[in-house]
């Protein structure tokens, strides 16, 4: 039995390491860089959204229906170790997670509840995003 997790850690803030040294006109382009995922001399805060056991995620995985561009982006964290969720994959998960809700567990349904909240949040602000990883207990 795998005693590791997956962590989904959602996108909480972002902030500079020192915004002083940017010049007022800059100010438009500090921003905007901020929006689109520069990272240059920013710093992401990421908040664990919620733990699932690796095989129960390998199960919840397993129901999105086979050979799908949904089940494929979500097993990549057991090939890869890691994924990010942004909102390029907001409407293909949210589609094939809703497609499937009925055959769900009951905990399986609260997982996806939980992923549909925050694809939500990801498309009303498209800077937010999740990471997904493997985590030793």
């Known amino acids: 039995m795998s005693t590791d997790n997956v962590v989904f850690y959602t996108l909480n803030q972002k902030f500079l390491d020192s915004d002083d040294d940017v010049p007022e006109q800059s100010q438009q382009v500090m921003y905007y860089s901020l929006a689109i995922g520069h990272h240059v001399g ?6 664990t959204l919620m733990h699932v056991p690796t095989e129960d995620y390998r199960d919840w995985v397993a129901q999105l229906p086979e050979g799908g561009e949904a089940r494929r982006k ?4 057991l090939r890869f170790g890691e994924i990010t969720i942004d909102s390029s994959h ?10 499937i809700g009925e055959r769900l567990t009951k905990i399986q349904s609260e997982w996806t509840q939980t992923l549909m909240k925050a694809l939500h949040a990801i498309d009303k602000e498209p ?3 999740l990471i997904v990883r493997r985590r030793d207990a």
């Open 42 to 47: 920013v710093i992401d805060c990421l908040k």
């Open 127 to 129: 800077a937010i995003y």
């Open 74 to 77: 979500m097993e990549g964290l």
């Open 90 to 99: 907001v409407q293909l998960l949210a589609q094939a997670w809703s497609a």
